[in-house]
């Protein structure tokens, strides 16, 4: 199963708490862990205007999840992320 969603990152593109991996265009993220819906897993809102929300910075990504998926009202978590597409929405 896949989704499509929207995510934001901090300015360094790197994804957060204390993993810090760099997200690029094209690059799938994997992560092996019990999925939480704001807890734990790769996070992504249906809507970019849910995910600003949650924006730690002004990067946002248009992104697909996949393998595990856990669906919310709006919001998702994932074992699997790949980031399509990718902007600079300071201005914005």
């Known amino acids: ?3 499509l969603g929207y995510h ?6 790197r994804l957060g708490y204390g993993d ?3 997200v690029e265009v094209g690059r799938t993220l994997m992560v092996d862990c019990d999925l ?3 807890e734990s897993g790769l996070h992504a809102c249906t809507r970019a205007i849910d995910a600003l ?7 946002a990504c248009r ?7 856990i ?5 998702a978590v994932a074992t699997e992320r790949t ?3 990718m902007a600079d929405a300071t201005d914005i």
């Open 1 to 3: 199963m896949t989704l």
């Open 8 to 13: 934001f990152l901090n300015s360094d593109r």
């Open 20 to 22: 810090h991996r760099l």
């Open 36 to 38: 939480v819906i704001c």
């Open 53 to 59: 929300g949650y924006a730690p910075g002004p990067i």
């Open 63 to 69: 992104v697909q999840l996949g393998g595990r998926v």
């Open 71 to 75: 669906h919310d009202t709006g919001k």
């Open 83 to 85: 980031c399509l597409a």
